[in-house]
C-alpha cells in the first residue's frame, strides 16, 4: 500500500495481525484489495513478487518499500538481502521499519529520516503517476490517430475507382462538297459562209471556193487547238 506522506510503500503479511502504520490491519487490507477489486494505492501480490525486478519497477522497485511485517522480513531476510544488493543497497532491508520499530506514520517520517532512507531522493509517486497517465494519454491518441488514418484508407480502398472520363474528340466536319468544273465544250467552229451566187467564170469560182475551204480548216484547227488536241499538219 502507498503512504503519500514518506513517498513510499508499505509490505504487510497476511499472517500479520497487527495494526500498520495506516491505521489498518491486514484483514482491512484484503477487503479493499481482495477479490479482483481495483483500489488505487492498493496492490495485492504474492510475497515472492517483491524479490521480482518487476516488482513496482516503473516507481523505482524493492528501493520504494519503507515498512513491512516483522515476520516477513525475517521469513524472507536472505532473499531480501540478495534484492537489496542487486539494487546496489546492501543495508537497504536495514532501513526498512517494522510493526516493533513503527506504528504511527509520523514515526515513519521520523525513521526514513533517521535511517536516511532511499526514497528521501526519490520522486512522489503521484507524479510518477502522473506522467504515466499522461504517457498512456499519448499513446492512446496516437493509437486514436493511426485508427482514423487506417479506416480512412480501408474506406478509400472499398470504394470503386471512377473510370477516367476520355477526353472529348472533336468532331471532324466534312469537307464542303467541291463543283466539279464543266467541262469545256468544244467551240462550235461557225458555220461556214455560203459562197454567194456570184456569176463569173470557173476559174474565179474555184477560186473562191479554195479560199472558203482554206478559211473552214482554220477555224476548224483553232477550235482544236483550244480544246488541247493535236492540230494536224495540213
Do not use: C
Request: aromatic share 4%.
Amino acid at each position: 500500500m502507498v503512504i503519500p506522506e514518506v513517498k513510499g510503500v508499505m509490505v504487510v503479511s497476511r499472517e500479520d495481525t497487527g495494526m500498520t502504520p495506516m491505521g489498518m490491519k491486514f484483514s482491512t487490507l484484503a477487503g479493499i484489495a481482495g477479490g479482483g477489486l481495483q483500489t488505487p494505492g492498493v496492490m495485492g501480490v504474492g510475497k515472492f513478487y517483491i524479490i521480482s525486478p518487476k516488482f513496482i519497477s516503473a516507481d523505482g522497485g524493492f528501493k520504494r518499500v519503507v515498512w513491512m511485517s516483522k515476520n516477513l522480513k525475517e521469513s524472507m531476510e536472505f532473499e531480501l538481502r540478495a534484492s537489496a544488493e542487486r539494487e546496489g543497497l546492501p543495508d537497504l532491508l536495514d532501513k526498512i521499519a517494522d510493526g516493533t520499530q513503527v506504528e504511527t506514520v509520523e514515526q515513519l517520517v521520523e525513521w526514513i529520516k533517521e535511517k536516511q532512507h532511499p526514497v528521501l531522493e526519490m520522486e512522489p509517486m503521484e507524479a510518477k503517476q502522473r506522467e504515466a497517465k499522461a504517457e498512456d494519454a499519448t499513446i492512446a491518441a496516437q493509437q486514436k490517430t493511426v485508427a482514423a488514418a487506417e479506416a480512412i484508407v480501408e474506406k478509400a480502398m472499398k470504394e470503386p475507382k471512377a473510370e477516367p472520363k476520355a477526353a472529348p474528340v472533336a468532331k471532324k466536319e466534312a469537307p464542303a462538297p467541291v463543283e466539279a468544273a464543266p467541262a469545256p465544250q468544244a467551240a462550235t467552229p461557225p458555220p461556214a459562209p455560203a459562197a454567194p451566187a456570184v456569176a463569173g467564170s470557173l476559174e474565179e469560182r474555184v477560186d473562191r471556193l479554195e479560199r472558203s475551204v482554206k478559211t473552214l480548216i482554220g477555224s476548224l484547227v483553232g477550235a482544236l487547238a483550244e480544246l488541247g488536241g493535236d492540230v494536224p499538219e495540213i
